[in-house]
């Protein structure tokens, strides 16, 4: 079984749309203090874009923890 985690920011953009960037694998001890600055950095300094709108705000961000079963299906 494979785990995998995953790092999910969300924000809202010019158009008031959400808009995340998952980041594979993030540190186990991240804190939220230094994933709400990250965020806040990326919007304040407009890194991103997507659809050529730029990110305007913050909106929330999670950890996601995936477990992948593989099945052979060779009976």
């Given at each position: 079984?494979?785990?995998?985690?995953?790092?999910?920011?969300?924000?809202?953009?010019?158009?008031?749309?959400?808009?995340?960037?998952?980041?594979?694998?993030?540190?186990?001890?991240?804190?939220?203090?230094?994933?709400?600055?990250?965020?806040?950095?990326?919007?304040?300094?407009?890194?991103?874009?997507?659809?050529?709108?730029?990110?305007?705000?913050?909106?929330?961000?999670k950890i996601v923890n995936t477990q992948t079963?593989?099945?052979?299906?060779?009976?």
């Open positions: 079984m494979d785990e995998n985690k995953k790092l999910v920011m969300v924000f809202k953009n010019e158009v008031d749309k959400e808009v995340s960037i998952s980041i594979d694998n993030p540190r186990d001890d991240v804190t939220e203090a230094e994933i709400k600055a990250a965020m806040d950095l990326i919007v304040e300094k407009n890194i991103f874009k997507k659809n050529n709108y730029a990110f305007t705000a913050t909106v929330g961000a079963t593989e099945y052979d299906l060779v009976l």
